[in-house]
């Protein structure tokens, strides 16, 4: 299975010389914790960064900015780590462990935006793998119960 099969593709973007304040309407108006920066800020774009409400509240209200007058670029996390819609989950995983992220923007071979793909996804995807061969291990074993007990009887 590749990213781009489970990735989200609906994603909610934003450019990196907007303000942060149109920045955290974005997220409100979406309900999304976090925005890819892309540049230039229009589908087709290349992202170079991620903005999530963390960083708004550490890099803005902390610090008591005027998130009118703040540029993304300016409290933005600087570079982003993307993965290709071609790679796997275990790309992804790695990704995510080494560069210490939980969101990957999901890029083609072009290096265009075309999804983004999170933490919760993968959780999520594994969870249901397990509950999967978790059932097929009980079925399994119910299966070789009953043929023993109709060979014995």
């Known amino acids: 299975m590749t990213i781009g099969e489970i990735c989200t593709r609906e994603v909610v973007y934003v450019g990196s010389n907007e303000s942060a304040g149109d920045a955290a309407r974005l997220m409100r108006e979406h309900h999304?914790?976090?925005?890819?920066?892309?540049e230039p800020p229009e589908a087709g774009g290349k992202p170079v960064g991620?903005?999530?409400?963390?960083?708004?509240?550490?890099?803005?209200?902390?610090?008591?900015?005027?998130?009118?007058?703040?540029?993304?670029e300016a409290v933005?996390?600087?570079?982003?780590?993307?993965?290709?819609?071609?790679?796997?989950?275990?790309?992804?995983?790695?990704?995510?462990?080494?560069?210490?992220v939980r969101r990957l923007p999901?890029?083609?071979?072009?290096g265009a935006l075309v999804g983004i793909v999170t933490a919760d996804d993968l959780l999520e995807l594994v969870a249901e793998e397990i509950?999967?061969?978790?059932?097929?291990?009980?079925?399994?074993?119910?299966r070789e119960r009953d043929e023993r007990v109709a060979t014995t009887h």
């Not at 933005?76 to 462990?97: F, N, S, Y």
């Not at 999901?106 to 072009?110: E, N, P, Q, S, W």
Request: glycine share 12%.
């Open 131 to 142: 509950s999967g061969l978790a059932g097929m291990v009980g079925r399994e074993f119910r």
């Open 50 to 72: 991620v903005i999530t409400d963390r960083d708004l509240a550490v890099g803005i209200v902390a610090l008591s900015l005027d998130a009118e007058r703040t540029p993304v």
């Open 76 to 100: 933005m996390r600087p570079g982003v780590t993307c993965i290709r819609e071609d790679e796997g989950l275990g790309r992804a995983v790695t990704l995510m462990k080494s560069v210490g």
């Open 32 to 38: 999304v914790g976090s925005l890819v920066v892309l």
């Open 106 to 110: 999901v890029i083609d071979a072009k």
